[in-house]
């Protein structure tokens, strides 16, 4: 199996003391769609920050891509782990628009053509195209926020990582996002989403990471998410198709619904079909 | 620059304090008239925002690095009096929580820093800014930003010299020599950001309607 | 700053328990006469009692010293910068030598540090009022540290944002991008700063501030340990101070 | 009928010249649960600080508890109406717990004893009497947004206010702060929430106004969130509940159930009764 990320028994704790990780072991699969899931404060962010370098295991190793995660691999972390932060006003600083997108392609010391390429490119992507000369601060949260995935979008990572992407966005730019991630990871990237919006995470990822107060409650498929035990444990809720196909009495599925659509196809053909169950 | 306790002698320490006093309550009223009741809020969020500032690093030489003063970008961004009542605020945190600068020193490093630092800035921005040259806003927050540094480490220097704690004529050469150099980061910086949150508040101005103007939104 | 105030819970040792206006009365009026002494044999002496009494008291030392590490490694370096200016100056003028400067420097960190890390938030801020720091005064620092500490989080998750796009800082201030990155991102933080302060404006406004700002706060009466360590505190430099200007020549013969 | 907020005609543009409200004419009902949805920057927030006179109208007028806003009846309309605003560091700013909660009661000028008892009132109802030591930045978001409604709740408003208070918010903070809201309302309080949220607007609130750039562009019982004209132009998403119930065809029912159980025990008597439908 090809690992975009493999992490073996990682520990982190803060200079003040506050255990931050203990024991994380997690391999999240290339190609894939992850969501990290857990409550506030649990260290998914802490853990994000693991991906690219940020930090540097203080126990344990990370591994992207095969490549050990320390000082001299550094670069090569930055460039292919994407990191979008949550508040798109801790990333995004330059006055124009386009100026910012081209920050991390600058940094990664391309050629002036290149990097108007990569940043019409990303603009695109992401569909602020015309916005491209205005000032990030003149924009709407969702609009910033988009400017903020197109800057990581730019410098082409292989793998996109986004630290609660949905708080604070309206239905609209919520589905706007759907759609980017969907479409990154279509093109081959793994996305990585830590959030607590189980609905979303449900909906959307094939991979499940629970995490609780600096550990790894479970890892699996979004079946996970079904189970009592530990959306409990991990102070979360079951997503709104669980609670609702957990309510039928005598109800019997193969495979839950991912969605409030599919379940509404299920459901149809369950009433029409009822008098088999009789 | 932040002067420990144990370097100044008794006669500089209340000669310091009791200027530093006497110009805190000064621009205490002052602030007070210009802001209202939102001086609190108002200043008290500033001077955590000069707080955070000063931990911005920026290289200076080989590699060597220097922090933010921050008198200056107060003293332009908020007016003189307002800028010496947050940089004093800084100053007192910095001495009873971090251990940055003596209790009993205090007096000397508000008068340096944030009175001497932010009258000298802003003396310097205004009567520059006046001249009318190309360039002249820009060389005016540099000088600004740069002469507000010099002050302070020409005060540091004499009223340690005043005490007796070292001589004048071996600590103002090196004293002055440094500061110059560092204070070269802190215009350009300076310079930078508040060319920039200009040019941001002209296109944005109604999240700050009630930050320039008093009196708006009430 | 996060790690300065969690003393809400251990309040089991004497230290702890004596009032707060006495502890920093007394650290600043002991800190004020020993910047008068010269005498290194003096300082010390008052420096040894003082780290005895925080022991007796049960004032957890170790742990303060490794905070207040850096402050004094930092009195320590000017110290020896003032030794060696001095040393190559030609009018031999100084009156202290740089070993004093430390030790009166040492002494008031750790007794104004002890003072303060002694009490809860609240206290402190009482202190200030019943020192007679002005109002306008005591709001700003207690508005500061509360806002200091989101400020700072704000600033170092910018810094951190700008290290995961890769950018790197210049070796020095010719190094035109990374100034203009340094310069934005103060500007920034101002930004922020700037609309937060109109948020919590608003915020007080809706919950009825109109200009005036207390703490409910009943301290409580002060005891005869109070007096008794506020005495002891100031006294024992007093003495030193008198010893070195030779008033006790008779005892000493 | 007895209105909490009577809204005529309102009008409000910023310095600059951005039109934040035109013409919103809306009546609150005393002792309702209304929700306020729109997308980001929709005028929602702008509205809320109208309630309580920290912006006073430019045009129309504004009427709480029949008292008309004017800047003499501010002190009035501080009391009676409790704005909770979004970042819960913006109006918690005090050294302790206990302080901050007590800010507000000291500013009516009540005495001590009063103060004391209305702030152990106001902890209790939010659950946090163990923290009122505490200072807030120990405290964790959400406690945090506890606080700060905790700061409220001791003014004792006759209406509630609260601006996007679901943001950052994990699934336990969020059922906690339900269960404050619907304990508040029960005590006789209205309750205004301002969300982009449908999904708990439709689950909670009986009264809906929905808001488009600076207007109105409906005000309703929740079959507002079931009118495809109007989610579609106000940029939002219908309620998953909705959703599912459109999908299932030929389904008529008198009245869309509000939350996803409800929704289950309806399907549970269709498929259970499935065969009348043959």
Known sequence: MDYAVEIDDLAFRYKDGTVALKNITINIKKGSKTAILGHNGAGKSTLLLHLNGIYLPQRGSVKVLGVEANKENEKFLRKMVGLVFQDPDDQVFSPTVWDDVAFGPANLGLAKEEIELRVEEALKAVEIEEYADKMPFHLSYGQRKRVAIAGVLAMKPEILVLDEPHAFLDPKSKENLYNILEKENKEGKTVIVATHDVDFAHEWADEIIVMREGEVLSQGGTEVLCREEIIKEAGLEFPKVVRLIRKIRGLKVEKIPKTIEEAGELFNSLINNGCHRD | MHIPDGFLDAKTVIVTSAASLAALKYGMTKAKKELGERDIPSLGVMAAFIFAAQMVNFPVMAGTSGHLLGAALAAILFGPYSASLVLSTVLIVQCLFFQDGGITALGANILNMAVAGTFVASIVYNTVKKLRFTGSEMTAIFLSAWLSVLTGAFLTSFELAISGTVSFNAVIAPMILVHAVIGIGEGIITCVAVAYIRRILDIKPQAFANYNERGEAR | ?253
């Open chain 3, 1 to 253: 700053m996060n790690a300065i105030f969690g003393q809400e819970i251990k309040k089991q040792n004497i230290f702890f328990k004596i009032d707060g206006r006495i502890k920093l009365i007394s650290a600043i009026m002991s800190i004020a006469i020993l910047t008068t002494i010269s005498k290194e044999e003096y300082l010390a002496a008052c420096l040894a009692f003082y780290i005895l009494l925080l022991c007796l008291t049960g004032f957890p030392v170790l742990n303060t010293m490794r905070r207040i590490l850096l402050p004094v490694l930092f009195v320590g370096f000017m110290s020896a910068a003032v030794t060696f200016a001095n040393f190559f100056s030609v009018q031999q003028n100084s009156s202290v030598s740089g070993a004093a400067l430390f030790l009166r420097a040492f002494y008031a960190i750790l007794a104004l540090s002890s003072a303060i890390y002694s009490m809860t938030f609240r206290e402190f801020v009482y202190s200030l009022w019943a020192l007679h720091v002005p109002d306008t005064l005591v709001n700003l620092i207690s508005f500061t540290i509360r806002y200091a500490n989101i400020l700072n989080d704000e600033l170092w998750r910018m810094v951190v944002a700008r290290k995961a796009r890769g950018y790197s800082g210049g070796r020095n201030f010719w190094h035109t991008t990374s100034m203009r990155v340094i310069g934005r991102l103060v500007a920034v933080l101002f930004l922020r700063a700037a609309e937060r302060s109109q948020r919590v404006y608003h915020a007080m406004l809706s919950r009825g501030y109109s200009g005036d700002m207390r703490l409910l706060y009943t301290p409580e009466k002060l005891g005869i340990r109070d007096f008794a360590y506020g005495a002891l505190m100031t006294m024992v430099p007093l003495f030193f101070k008198v010893a070195e200007m030779g008033e006790f020549s008779w005892i000493m013969r």
